[in-house]
């Protein structure tokens, strides 16, 4: 069955820095691939998506790229604040119109301030 | 807009009991997902319902069952509950772009 991969699972960087989480996916039908971010004690949160028609997509600090070859896909985070230190998720979507997604394992970023 | 309303938020229940927990999706979502997050897991897909019909559904056992009304609100049930239930259950609904949205969650404790 589908599967996602996230790499790393555990990432810390000091506030300013950049941050970069990958993650690979093994079905090559996948086309909807969005990250959440989940704060402790909350529900996951949409930060960013992106469709197998496109390769990459910015918004403000964020930008996810999409690898449709190599069946990856990252999330890109500029000039950390302190208040990105969350778990982030990444996941995907074989089929279109459905809620069902596969997610990768998290990745608990930490930023220092 | 409000966002995906989960209720009750926390709750505490014994092994062999059951358990109902219920979803109101964005306004005007007709679609509703549901997931379980555990810490050894990660998120798992329970099922999915449109219309009041179920689509998709995951590999969990037949303890784990869901509901859809003409409203759009729906409602999970698990009976006979185990250990290994506790659990956060999410719900998410969407639109036709399929963004998908989650709510913050019930969180089950079964002792």
Redesign the interface.
Known sequence: GENVEQHPSTLSVQEGDSAVIKCTYSDSASNYFPWYKQELGKGPQLIIDIRSNVGEKKDQRIAVTLNKTAKHFSLHITETQPEDSAVYFCAASVMSNTGKLIFGQGTTLQVKP | KAG?T?TPRYLIKTRGQQVTLSCSPISGHR???WYQQTPGQ????LF?YFSETQ??K?NFPGRFSGRQFSNSRSEMNVSTLELGDSALY?C???D?G????????SWLTVV
Do not use: H, K, P
């Open positions: 995906v989960q679609s509703v997902s990660g998120l798992q897909f999915e689509r998709n995951g999410l998410a609904s969407w036709s399929n963004t998908i949205y989650f709510g913050e969650g």
